[in-house]
């Protein structure tokens, strides 16, 4: 399965922010109370350039998905 790219809108300049790659779990103590593993990630606007960080997945905290990108970003 090939894995989609999500367009986000810049805050700057409201253009499409495309994902860089980097992305991590967020581990606020509110999404993982809330039974959801919420991923975090760069995005960087094709217009202005500008570089910001904003959710890409929410998934649930017991799914296999959850546990499959915990296993990744121990690995990294």
Same mark, same amino acid.
Not at 11 to 37: H, R, V
Not at 56 to 69: D, N, Q, T, V
């Given at each position: 399965? $090939?894995?989609? +790219? ?5 805050? #700057? *300049?409201?253009?499409? =922010?495309?994902? !860089?790659?980097? !992305?991590?779990?967020?581990?606020? &103590?509110? %999404?993982?109370? $809330? =039974?959801?593993?919420?991923?975090? =990630? !760069?995005?960087?606007?094709? /217009? *202005? ?5 904003? +959710?890409?997945? @929410?998934? &649930?905290?017991? $799914? &296999? @998905? %959850? +546990? ?5 970003? #121990?690995? /990294?």
């Amino acid at each position: 399965m $090939g894995e989609e +790219k999500k367009v986000k809108k810049c805050p #700057e *300049c409201g253009g499409k =922010g495309i994902p !860089t790659g980097n !992305t991590w779990p967020l581990t606020s &103590p509110m %999404a993982l109370m $809330g =039974g959801k593993l919420i991923i975090m =990630g !760069t995005l960087e606007c094709e /217009d *202005c350039g500008n570089k910001f960080r904003k +959710k890409l997945k @929410e998934l &649930p905290l017991e $799914g &296999p @998905e %959850a +546990k499959e990108e915990m296993k990744k970003q #121990e690995e /990294d």
